[in-house]
């Protein structure tokens, strides 16, 4: 088979690949064989600007499909053919846990960041993290990711989520209605935008501690301005967690 091939990279003046890139179509078919292996798209990533600029718009898009479909459809279904924050970051999202470190946005405890091999997200689950006036917003938040036995912070929980069309959100409306300040120094660490705190807004309803099996006085969470969500809280243990998911 012969396969065509772009002898120049039309990005950088300085990319090694001289030969010439292999066209889109095999690259994808070749990744479509690898079921859009996340780590096999990273690396390609870092060849060069011209790889880096397909997965980006081909590659991390068919990841996402493959790896959450119907939550995909969903994010997309206002007719829109991109998702806010780009596909790398959404992708990202689905696979990755950005822990703290002590100083970050969870100022006491040091976590490492670490790659999730599977993590539900529930849409369903996501109304608990909204205000009963913002329910009409649509939110996937995914399970919390558990990092037992942190010393005086217990069980610590990371949680992580997506808003759909965020900019035209009830909760960013009334982000921007209450005038809270955006982080001074941190940013999120899936698109690198940059974070409002729900906990400085009051706009954490006890709902949510209900739905993770968290302590009430223990959960915070950040929305970016392209609506991706991290958080963070200690989780109770399990005979009253099953109590709280009762009460709720």
Same mark, same amino acid.
């Given at each position: 088979?012969?396969? +065509? ?7 950088? #003046? ?51 499909? +493959? ?170 243990? #399990? ?10």
């Amino acid at each position: 088979m012969i396969l +065509t091939k772009q002898y120049r990279c039309i990005h950088s #003046l300085s990319c090694q690949c001289t030969k010439g890139h292999l066209s889109e179509d095999v690259i994808f078919l070749v990744f479509q064989q690898l079921n859009w292996n996340p780590k096999f798209i990273a690396t390609l990533s870092c060849v060069c600007k011209w790889f880096d600029d397909l997965a980006k718009r081909v590659l991390w898009k068919e990841f996402c499909r +493959t790896r959450a479909p119907k939550m995909m459809r969903d994010l997309q279904s206002n007719g829109s053919h991109s998702v806010d924050g780009n596909w790398r970051a959404l992708g990202k999202l689905l696979i990755y846990c950005s822990g703290c470190t002590k100083g970050g946005l969870f100022n006491n405890i040091n976590i490492p960041d670490h790659f999730v091999y599977r993590t539900r997200f529930s849409r369903t689950s996501g109304k608990s993290f909204l205000l009963p006036q913002c329910r009409t917003d649509v939110l996937y938040v995914s399970d919390p990711c558990e990092h037992l036995d942190q010393g005086d912070e217990g069980d610590v929980g990371f949680f992580r989520g997506i808003f759909k069309s965020f900019s035209l959100s009830k909760v960013r409306k009334m982000l921007i209605k209450r005038k809270v300040q955006l982080h001074p120094t941190e940013v999120c660490p899936y698109c690198k935008a940059k974070l409002w705190s729900m906990q400085q807004a009051e706009m954490i309803p006890q709902s949510a501690s209900c739905r993770l099996g968290a302590y009430d006085d223990c959960i915070e969470y950040y929305v970016c301005l392209n609506g991706h969500m991290l958080g963070i809280c200690t989780l109770l243990p #399990l005979s009253d967690s099953e109590e709280a998911s009762e009460l709720e």
